[in-house]
């Protein structure tokens, strides 16, 4: 994981800045060094430099070995700090072989010094675990970002570096247990990996093993996970502070793999389900970070965990389960699974906040459906939810975080769509509109008087496509950093 350092002046051979455009013309935006601005202008016209986000160039240097110019776009007068984040990002990711590199960007406040900072660092991110013979030939990713700023010396701007460095190593968590094939990650592995690791950040952990998860009635998890060899699992992890300002409930979706059970997926892109535990893992490495940045907020993490497979003991579609707290489920669709899972959780969580003396929010991340992909892309993910002043203080937080949420709705002729004949609900309801019928399903599960927030990160969480400022091809890390700013948000009001 990349280091990051504070400096007032270029400390490697490498110098990173940034290059926008305005009315055609380039222009160098190089923060607080001083570089030959017109004879390399005159090189990147040459070379049909373009500014764009994304972009970025070398040069040989005079007082560095070399000069990279990364992409800002539109010239401001101040630039936005997710677009600095994205630019230092992508520079970062460009600069694998090099051990340390300093980065001189456009900043006028301690925000945009952390996005720079946290950009660099997240970019600097590669996944080779599993490579054999070609692992050598591989390059590492930057080991130390150095960040060129005048507020260097502040206290704030050391704070906003070392929280850039935990944000970086949560998030680094996640994409690695993203990426890491179901061969290894399995639910027991993922649970005794992360209760090892909880021990480290202070955090308190307990897994419920297939035996009392059957023992305690939660229907919905053992359902999921029956068909496979690998049994299911449910992790939950609390940090507990001295006098906390508020408490929330965060709750992922944990299949560490998804065939789709006995309603097969397609072979084409069954691949990509490696990744359908991307909730689950955002949600403990967020508990993770929150209680490494010491927040005054109590958090409960929880973590259901299955794989869902085909085999003479699956769920079959008919089957009816009985969810934790006695609601029963017709599992008309077994690839409907996350819901199943989820609402054990979620109906547990609530009950251990009650005992706890109530929680503030309570707030399930998951790549639910396919739906959300077709309604908001590969980037965006969505927000639904009971409570619209929670949704607001989460989607503040998202955007302080660079984070691309959209508020959905739960329309409640919807709800109807779910009735079944043998159940209290079905699994599935209507096709259309199936991200808010999903979570619609899931707010049967939830206390009316809890803020309540449903984030279906399907597409957002595994970018299958090409990398692009500071994320890689793989796990994204999605949602952990919205998550921990609601936090830092909260513990932040009197």
Do not use: C
Request: net charge neutral.
């Amino acid at each position: 994981m990349a280091k990051v350092k504070l400096t007032s002046k270029v400390d490697s051979e490498i110098l990173v800045v940034g290059l926008a455009i305005s009315n055609k013309k380039l222009q160098i935006e190089s923060g607080s060094s001083q570089i030959d601005s017109a004879s390399l202008l005159a090189t990147l016209n040459a070379m049909g430099a373009t500014g764009k986000a994304d972009e970025v160039i070398k040069l040989p240097g005079k007082n560095t070995k070399l000069v990279v110019f990364t992409g800002l776009g539109e010239i401001n007068s101040a630039f936005d700090p997710e677009n600095l984040r994205r630019a230092a990002g992508a520079a970062a990711r460009d600069l694998n072989g090099n051990k340390s590199a300093t980065f001189s960007l456009p900043h006028k406040s301690v925000v945009e010094l952390a996005a720079i900072a946290e950009g660099a660092a997240l970019g600097a991110y590669t996944f080779t675990e599993f490579l054999g013979s070609s692992k050598q030939d591989q390059k590492e990713p930057l080991s130390q970002v150095s960040v060129i700023s005048k507020f260097a010396d502040t206290a704030q701007a050391k704070a906003a570096a070392k929280r850039a460095e935990i944000i970086a190593e949560q998030t680094y968590l996640v994409r690695d247990l993203i990426n890491t094939p179901p061969s290894h990650l399995t639910p027991d592995s993922f649970s005794q990996q992360l209760k090892k690791l909880s021990t480290k950040y202070g955090v308190k952990a307990e897994i419920f093993n297939d035996a009392s998860l059957k023992k305690g009635g939660y229907g919905g998890i053992i359902g999921v996970g029956q068909g496979s060899a690998n049994p299911p699992r449910l992790l939950h992890v609390s940090y507990s502070p001295a006098k906390a300002k508020k408490r929330y409930a965060f709750v992922g979706k944990g299949i560490t793999f998804d065939t789709g059970g006995l309603a097969l997926k397609p072979a084409n892109g069954m691949e990509a389900m490696k990744s359908d535990m991307s909730g689950a893992a955002a949600v403990i490495a967020a508990v993770f970070a929150i209680a490494q940045l010491k927040l005054p907020i109590a958090i409960d993490g929880w973590a259901p965990l299955a794989e869902n497979m085909v085999s003479d003991n699956a769920t079959r579609p008919s089957d009816v389960i009985t969810i934790y707290g006695g609601k029963t489920v017709e599992v008309l669709n077994p690839d409907a699974e996350g819901r199943l899972v989820l609402a054990d959780a979620l109906v547990k969580a609530a009950e251990v906040g009650k005992k706890a003396g109530g929680l503030d929010g309570i707030i399930d991340v998951a790549t639910l459906t396919g739906a959300q992909v077709v309604a908001l892309g590969t980037r965006t993910s969505a927000v639904m939810t009971n409570n619209d002043e929670f949704s607001n203080q989460f989607l503040k937080a998202a955007e302080i975080a660079g984070e691309s949420f959209w508020p959905m709705p739960l329309p409640v002729e919807l709800r109807a769509s779910l009735d079944s004949p043998v159940a209290d609900l079905a699994n599935i309801g209507d096709r259309m509109g199936g991200m808010l019928v999903a979570g619609i399903f899931l707010k049967e599960f939830i206390d009316p008087q809890t803020p309540w927030l449903h984030l279906d990160i399907a597409g957002p969480a595994y970018n299958e496509k090409s990398a692009h400022g500071y994320t890689p091809v793989g796990g994204t890390g999605i949602a952990l950093r919205s998550l921990v700013q609601l936090a830092e948000l909260a513990s932040s009001q009197s």
